[in-house]
């Protein structure tokens, strides 16, 4: 008998969890609990908008771009109809929680990068993106430090990110808002000539749809980047 | 009340209960290194993200805090009053500094929840 050659239930087999009552978590708690008091959302409404920050992701957006990749008619489609796309991979920006919008509706473009252009969202103001179909932000596009600088030196905070371009490729950097959101369409990679589209889409990261990362053969996650507090403004 | 009105009012605003809760430092990186726990965020993540988007969704009724106030005063004290704290403790915080800011929540109601929910959930 080999050592899993056997119906079992070894000692521990639920992932570790946090076995003690955090300061924070209950304050998450009493903080709800007394918006619903007070009649500002109800207990139904705060499930519901849980449920669709728990389901959302990239994975749609990875998609949208593996089969724009593939066919022609599609990322057309997608070009100039960036809402109709969605709803084939989907995401109905019209409904996405499927009861009602919260902050991201709007409308809704997809970048296309070239030879020559590479595209990179923000949102300068506060955190503004394409929640529906790219999922939650992550942790470091809501700094001030990314939403500050992106917009003055583009290339050198790519260049944070591990993504060098070269001169001869201009950058956009386009700055959302409260109606408009935007993701990027990359460039297909090299030595991807066969793949079908679930493996084109799993190349396709989020950080790449954000634009500040390239796709490429054998990369699946997402770069690692150490984040640091903004500095505080000078008194 | 105006916005800007608003925003001032979280200015220079000590809240007891969150203070404490700062100095006790329970971040979840230091909770989760305690107990082996490798998610990146705390489980109530997502139920806080669900408490901005519901009072943002309800904001246009009840003239309570819409995301771009949130953000914005998130942003302020995240960098000024809970600048020791990591997200999302610290949008955590500033959800809480800003409605109590506007009276929405009561400094002594909030204390006085925040003991009964530790005693429910330790019972």
């Given at each position: ?65 593996a ?125 991807t000539?066969d793949w079908d589209e679930d493996q084109l889409a799993a190349i ?32 | ?123």
């Open positions: 008998m080999t050592e899993h050659d056997h119906d079992h239930d070894h000692d521990r087999t639920a992932a570790p969890m946090v076995d003690e009552i955090t300061d924070f978590e209950v304050l998450e708690i009493a903080v709800r609990e007394l918006c619903i008091e007070k009649g500002l959302f109800t207990a139904e409404d705060h499930r519901r908008f849980t449920e669709f920050t728990e389901q959302i992701g990239p994975t749609p957006a990875a998609h949208l771009v089969r724009a990749w593939l066919d022609p008619d599609f990322k057309n489609l997608a070009l100039t109809e960036p809402m109709t796309a969605s709803k084939q991979v989907g995401v109905d920006w019209l409904e996405p929680t499927g009861f009602g919008t919260p902050s991201d509706f709007t409308a809704f473009h997809i970048l296309e990068d070239t030879p020559t252009l590479h595209h990179v969202i923000v949102c300068a103001l506060c955190s503004c993106y394409p929640r529906p179909i790219l999922g939650n932000s992550p942790e470091w596009y809501r700094t001030p430090n990314y939403r500050r600088r992106l917009v003055r030196w583009p290339r050198e905070v790519l260049a944070e990110f591990g993504l060098y371009l070269p001169e001869d490729v201009a950058i956009r950097v386009e700055d959302s808002n409260q109606k408009h959101r935007f993701m990027v369409m990359p460039l297909r990679p090299d030595g000539a396709v990261t989020r950080d790449c749809l954000i634009g500040v990362a390239l796709p490429k053969v054998g990369v699946t996650t997402n770069a690692i980047t150490d984040t640091r507090p903004a500095m505080h403004p000078a008194k | 009340m105006s916005t800007s009105e608003e925003s001032r009012s979280i200015d220079g605003l000590e809240i007891a209960p969150l203070t404490k809760i700062v100095e006790r430092n329970q971040v979840w990186g230091r909770m989760a290194a305690k107990y082996g726990v490798e998610n990146p965020v705390p489980p109530w993540k997502s139920s806080l993200d669900g408490i901005c988007d519901a009072l943002d969704h309800a904001a246009c009724r009840t003239g309570v805090l819409s995301s771009k106030e949130q953000r914005d005063e998130e942003d302020k004290l995240s960098a000024t009053t809970y600048s020791s704290l990591p997200y999302p403790e610290n949008q955590l915080l500033a959800l809480a500094h800003s409605l109590i800011g506007r009276g929405v929540i009561d400094e002594t109601e909030l204390q006085e929840r925040l003991s009964a929910i530790r005693a429910r959930l330790e019972a």
